[in-house]
């Protein structure tokens, strides 16, 4: 009997949050397992998760608690959820204002992400180096993995990108192949609400998210 191809599916989580999931609320509650099996029918899935956990902030006061309580759910599924780090700082930056108008800067929040894109991309070259996919399928279209995709399509079989935002960046020349995400598929790869955990814990999605 043949052994099923093997899929390593890679998930940039704040690409596919803001090119698709922050303009859709109802889609957050997104079982990546269900989605990737869905993108890769008929063969052996395994899903990477690259995120950071959130830091509180003044204008966005729930959005750690939201994450967490994500993050309860996705661990109900086979799901390897990976961090990087989130900073936050205030800085100055310029206001949009009309043109000719005089500029005029306010103090600002500053959050950055980082280390998620690193992440993905070095666990794709060693997942490839330890031989662990027949293929790789990377849902992002951040630049910044175009060379660690394109090497690895190179070296270790077909790589195909999927982009949140619909877009064909000609980055990713060394591709196997760029389609943009369906949110329809999106749509129908939701978690279970309610859900019970391990623990016996009953979660839900945050109603706000539908």
């Known amino acids: 009997m043949t052994n099923p191809r093997r899929v390593t599916v890679y998930i940039d989580g704040f690409n596919l949050y803001y090119g698709m999931l922050k303009p859709n609320p109802a889609m957050k509650w997104l079982d990546l397992q269900a989605l990737a099996e869905a993108l890769a029918p008929g063969v052996a899935v395994t899903v ?12 966005h006061p729930n959005a750690q608690k939201k994450q967490r309580l994500y993050i309860r759910a996705l661990e109900t599924t086979a799901v390897e959820i990976k961090y990087g780090h989130f900073t936050t700082k205030e800085t100055t930056a310029a206001v949009v204002t009309p043109a000719g108008s005089k500029v005029r800067f306010e103090r600002v929040w500053k959050t950055e992400e980082k280390g998620s894109d690193v992440n993905l991309g070095t666990y794709l070259l060693l997942d490839g180096v330890d031989q662990l996919y027949d293929e790789a399928l990377v849902i992002s279209d951040d630049s910044d993995l175009a060379e660690p995709i394109n090497q690895a399509a190179k070296r270790f079989g077909p790589v195909h990108i999927v982009s949140p935002r619909a877009m ?3 980055a990713f ?24 955990l391990a623990s016996g814990n009953i979660i839900e999605r945050p109603p706000d998210w539908s």
């Open 168 to 170: 064909r960046l000609a």
């Open 48 to 59: 990477r998760y690259f995120t950071a956990r959130v830091k509180p902030l003044p204008n």
């Open 173 to 196: 020349s060394g591709a196997s192949s760029c389609r943009a995400l369906d949110p329809a598929i999106v749509a129908a790869s939701q978690l279970p609400s309610p859900l019970t």
